[in-house]
């Protein structure tokens, strides 16, 4: 089983910078595609970024440029950090492991996920 626990949520201003963290089970990295996630009130679970085993990424339109997936292994911890937060960021982040052998961007390929933490992003 694999547990997920995310942090570093908040209230940032427009323009700020937020870098949220997931820390996993070990071992955790080794077997798993570590994506990020986030829903906005009333819309679908949107796809934010992932990172692969040998630290290859990939990143949603919405996001790319701005955001930055990372992982330390020694730690078990995941990172997203935010840059250049707009309101339209406002949603819950989460963190999730995906046991597929290849890359995903569809919330329906992960199967472990963590609570989510609230980012918004308002003046």
């Known amino acids: 089983q694999v547990q997920l626990v995310e942090s570093g949520g908040g209230l940032v201003q427009p323009g700020g910078s937020l870098k949220l963290s997931c820390r996993a089970s070990?071992?955790?990295?080794?077997?798993?595609?570590m994506g990020w996630f986030r829903q906005a009130p009333g819309k679908e679970r949107e796809f934010v970024a992932v990172?692969?085993?040998?630290?290859?990424?990939y990143y949603g339109d919405a996001v790319k440029g701005r955001f930055s997936i990372s992982k330390d292994n020694d730690k078990n911890t995941l990172y997203l950090q935010m840059n250049t937060l707009w309101p339209e960021d406002t949603a819950v982040y989460f963190c999730?492991?995906?046991?597929?052998?290849?890359?995903?961007?569809?919330?329906?390929?992960?199967?472990?996920w963590g609570q989510g933490t609230q980012v918004t992003v308002s003046s």
């Open positions: 999730a492991a995906s046991g597929s052998a290849v890359l995903h961007t569809t919330a329906s390929e992960y199967k472990y």
């Open positions: 070990e071992g955790t990295f080794s077997r798993y595609f």
């Open positions: 990172i692969g085993r040998f630290d290859h990424t």
